[in-house]
């Protein structure tokens, strides 16, 4: 039976609960067996939980066992599910408590939300899968909001759009998944540099009590940190970490649904918009929370995917893409008046009949189901007026005899008009993919004297191992630079024969260059990329995976240093003018280190994996550095945790 384990540092592992549609329960009524045990659990809830979850599970230090969790994110799980979260408890001590008291207080908790058994619960996984404690149906329930703070003053309906033109300019904010429209990840912040961040340390923390894997891009404005889960879009203070507030939907799909993840929002003119893993665009009010309007765009029930992917706005329209190649879907990336949610433009990334590109594939039944969805951030070159997007895997992923052809514009990166979706230029990095190699990442954009004569640039990368960087004026490529182990990337999976002594597929489908990637730093002129050197077997071993952070000479490729880690690097990389680079590893680590060198100036462990955004911002001359961490999909094999947010900062003169 698996476990969530508890690191030393921080709140890491999360009591989250669940509950039926009927809400809050107001008593436990009769004297059969399952009323008895929920009774025995009340008292052992007031004797160990109560001090950090509340009195009546209204939440404290703690989150809050009633209301958002029950609804929102524990649809159509069952009593097993909760019964791990519950022995995650107490905090720092998982696990030492009888197993007798885990089972009353799963049962208690379930009681109080209106949950019911026929008989008393007991400590089998099997018996335990039998409880359904969640949502079952679609529709049950509506968001809820939950407001502590109104922000609106503050957020003064903005940013507007020179704002996010420059928003590399500024130092109070992170006004998009990767800080600005070309993806740099660098802040000219100074506060924090080389000779105190080892002084660096946690200033405040919010928990969302969310379990569910956590690699979203925090986004700063005007002294407010906005973030998602996969149920919910939060705001929160940026420096003390307390409530603004709190929005949590219900699900259209079962928890078990293959998109699991949400990266992240947008922000502009006071609205907050996401897309969810069950198809929908929605607009919040930036300061309150409150729906301004939502639209169903895919239905993952019909194989047409969701959004896991950060939109990005520019003046009036909202662009995102549907997630989803392995479910059946067909890739298309969009765009959404920012006023109301209505479409605007689409460019299919698997092309229709009539559309250039469609000779690539043998027909269109293929193309129907052919993949190609987006679930990388964009990135967006505002004077021309052009949007950068990466393009996943063709499907089926890792075969191609029913697709002969070069199976436009998978794992490709393609250009297009911002304005009208019209297709400027594409360049296809793996043609007949046969091996899951999504390119994950068409930025940063960047300009750098290449012998002698400044050229515009933009890093194509992604899972095959290759970090290439383009000249974005001739469109042709500059130098690649191999980032991790690559064999047989050439050869079709299904012919390489796994038997053989030391025959693998690298990268394999988990390698390469995940959702988080390069940054620029100007004052070094070089790329910091994290990675994955995982090589595919029949298995692909877990102890045979590793990650690095490499750092290349920007104008030539050079490799200047490389940090090994001990298990894949997927948290974001963040660079500063001060000379530092901030990352994270699946341990638990929170990095900081020397830009120039490699050399780690600060490890700090957060109790759970790092897999999201890291940002950094400046308020009221006090520099802060944002982390995610929480759970990480199953098959990364890391420890689960709550999904949280860690704001550090240095400590009072």
């Known amino acids: 039976m698996s476990k969530i384990m508890v690191r030393p540092g921080l709140?890491?592992?999360?009591?989250?609960?669940?509950?039926?549609?009927?809400?809050?329960?107001?008593?436990?009524?009769?004297?059969?067996?399952?009323?008895?045990?929920?009774?025995?659990?009340?008292?052992?809830?007031?004797?160990?939980?109560?001090?950090?979850?509340?009195?009546?599970?209204?939440?404290?230090?703690?989150?809050?066992?009633?209301?958002?969790?029950?609804?929102?994110?524990?649809?159509?799980?069952?009593?097993?599910?909760?019964?791990?979260?519950?022995?995650?408890?107490?905090?720092?001590?998982?696990?030492?408590?009888?197993?007798?008291?885990?089972?009353?207080?799963?049962?208690?908790?379930?009681?109080?939300?209106?949950?019911?058994?026929?008989?008393?619960?007991?400590?089998?996984?099997?018996?335990?899968?039998?409880?359904?404690?969640?949502?079952?149906?679609?529709?049950?329930?509506?968001?809820?909001?939950?407001?502590?703070?109104?922000?609106?003053?503050?957020?003064?309906?903005?940013?507007?759009?020179?704002?996010?033109?420059?928003?590399?300019?500024?130092?109070?904010?992170?006004?998009?998944?990767?800080?600005?429209?070309?993806?740099h990840r660098f802040a000219d912040i100074g506060k924090i540099d080389r000779t105190n961040v080892r002084s660096l340390r946690p200033a405040c923390l919010y928990q969302a009590g969310d379990v569910s894997p956590f690699a979203t891009s925090p986004l700063v404005y005007r002294g407010a940190l906005f973030f998602t889960t996969r149920y919910s879009a939060i705001s929160i203070d940026a420096v003390t970490c307390r409530l603004n507030w709190r929005y949590d939907r219900p699900s259209r799909v079962p928890v078990g649904y293959g998109l699991?993840?949400?990266?992240?929002?947008?922000?502009?003119?006071?609205?907050?918009?996401?897309?969810?893993?069950?198809?929908?665009?929605?607009?919040?009010?930036?300061?309150?929370?409150?729906?301004?309007?939502?639209?169903?765009?895919?239905?993952?029930?019909?194989?047409?995917?969701?959004?896991?992917?950060?939109?990005?706005?520019?003046?009036?329209?909202?662009?995102?893409?549907?997630?989803?190649?392995?479910?059946?879907?067909?890739?298309?990336?969009?765009?959404?008046?920012?006023?109301?949610?209505?479409?605007?433009?689409?460019?299919?990334?698997?092309?229709?009949?009539?559309?250039?590109?469609?000779?690539?594939?043998?027909?269109?039944?293929?193309?129907?189901?052919?993949?190609?969805?987006?679930?990388?951030?964009?990135?967006?070159?505002?004077?021309?007026?052009?949007?950068?997007?990466p393009v996943s895997n063709p499907a089926p992923a890792f075969t191609g005899v029913q697709r002969a052809g070069a199976n436009l514009y998978t794992s490709s990166m393609v250009v297009l008009d911002i304005h009208t979706g019209k297709l400027a230029w594409y360049y296809q990095v793996s043609p007949h993919d046969t091996h899951d190699y999504d390119v994950t990442h068409a930025g940063p954009q960047f300009s750098a004297t290449v012998d002698g004569k400044r050229r515009d640039l933009v890093v194509v990368a992604g899972k095959e191992g290759l970090m290439q960087v383009m000249d974005r004026d001739t469109h042709k490529p500059l130098y690649a630079v191999q980032i991790v182990k690559r064999q047989n990337t050439e050869v079709p999976w299904t012919a390489v024969d796994m038997s053989e002594t030391g025959a693998k597929v690298c990268p394999g489908s988990f390698g390469g260059i995940e959702w988080d990637g390069p940054a620029f730093n100007p004052g070094t002129n070089m790329l910091y990329v994290p990675s994955v050197e995982w090589c595919g077997t029949t298995t692909q071993p877990v102890d045979q995976s590793r990650g690095f952070l490499t750092a290349t000479d920007a104008s030539t490729g050079a490799i200047k240093w490389r940090y090994e880690s001990q298990r894949p690097m997927l948290a974001a990389v963040t660079t500063t003018s001060s000379g530092l680079v901030f990352t994270g590893e699946l341990t638990g680590d929170f990095l900081a280190l020397d830009a120039a060198t490699g050399k780690i100036l600060l490890r700090y462990n957060l109790g759970g994996p790092l897999l999201g955004g890291i940002v950094t911002y400046r308020i009221d001359d006090v520099q802060y550095v944002a982390a995610t961490t929480g759970s990480a999909s199953n098959f990364w094999q890391a420890d689960p945790a709550s999904s949280t947010i860690v704001v550090f900062a240095l400590p009072k003169p």
Request: aromatic share 8%; net charge negative.
């Open 11 to 183: 709140m890491a592992a999360a009591l989250a609960i669940a509950c039926t549609a009927a809400g809050v329960a107001q008593g436990l009524e009769g004297t059969d067996p399952f009323a008895a045990q929920s009774e025995r659990g009340e008292k052992l809830y007031a004797a160990r939980c109560a001090a950090c979850h509340g009195a009546n599970l209204e939440g404290g230090i703690g989150f809050d066992l009633v209301g958002i969790g029950p609804a929102y994110r524990w649809i159509g799980q069952n009593a097993e599910d909760l019964y791990q979260r519950v022995m995650a408890m107490p905090k720092g001590a998982p696990q030492s408590l009888p197993t007798q008291d885990y089972v009353d207080l799963t049962a208690f908790i379930i009681a109080r939300n209106g949950g019911k058994s026929s008989a008393a619960l007991a400590a089998d996984p099997a018996s335990l899968r039998q409880v359904p404690i969640g949502i079952v149906e679609a529709g049950l329930a509506k968001p809820r909001l939950t407001m502590r703070n109104d922000i609106s003053k503050a957020i003064g309906g903005g940013p507007n759009q020179d704002e996010l033109n420059l928003a590399d300019k500024t130092d109070d904010g992170w006004l998009q998944p990767n800080r600005d429209y070309t993806g």
């Open 260 to 389: 699991k993840i949400n990266r992240g929002a947008a922000i502009k003119d006071g609205k907050l918009v996401f897309g969810t893993h069950d198809g929908f665009l929605v607009a919040l009010d930036a300061g309150t929370g409150k729906t301004v309007w939502e639209r169903d765009v895919v239905n993952p029930k019909e194989n047409q995917g969701g959004f896991t992917m950060p939109p990005v706005i520019f003046e009036d329209l909202v662009i995102i893409g549907p997630a989803g190649s392995e479910l059946g879907a067909r890739g298309w990336i969009g765009a959404f008046r920012l006023s109301t949610g209505e479409p605007v433009w689409r460019f299919n990334t698997i092309p229709d009949d009539d559309e250039p590109g469609a000779d690539s594939w043998p027909n269109h039944s293929v193309r129907d189901h052919g993949g190609g969805t987006v679930w990388g951030a964009v990135t967006v070159d505002a004077a021309k007026g052009l949007i950068f997007v």
